[in-house]
């Protein structure tokens, strides 16, 4: 069974960066992909960026380009997420999420069957 579990998260001021990391155990990044969401309190779930084709593809919302960036290491199955300049906007629980998407459901939550717990991300100004 695939085993995703996100850490990193913690508390920033604005402006600052935070660097989370994601480790999906039994799960094959040459074959599927991995994206990072977020979510803050009564909001909905939202796309963050997204790393497949054996981490050679990558995919930023345009909410966080150029500022976030996504990357991985494959032999240590890990996908990591890099945070600069954040913001108060940036504040949400950080999800990590493994599955086989297509370019169409790629921002899409229902493309991935499997989430890690998720990382507390707080940016305070």
């Known amino acids: 069974q695939v085993q995703v579990e996100e850490s990193g998260g913690g508390l920033v001021q604005a402006g600052g960066s935070l660097r989370l990391s994601c480790t999906a155990s039994g799960f094959s990044f040459s074959g599927g992909g991995m994206t990072w969401f977020r979510q803050a309190p009564g909001k909905e779930r939202e796309f963050v960026a997204s790393i497949r084709r054996g981490l050679t593809n990558t995919y930023v919302a345009d909410s966080v380009k150029g500022r976030f960036a996504i990357s991985g290491n494959n032999a240590k199955n890990t996908v990591y997420l890099q945070m600069n300049s954040l913001k108060s906007e940036d504040t949400a629980v950080y999800f990590c999420?493994?599955?086989?998407?297509?370019?169409?459901?790629?921002?899409?939550?229902?493309?991935?069957?499997?989430w890690g717990r998720g990382t507390q991300v707080t940016v305070s100004s």
């Open positions: 999420a493994a599955g086989y998407p297509i370019s169409s459901s790629l921002t899409s939550p229902s493309a991935y069957r499997y």
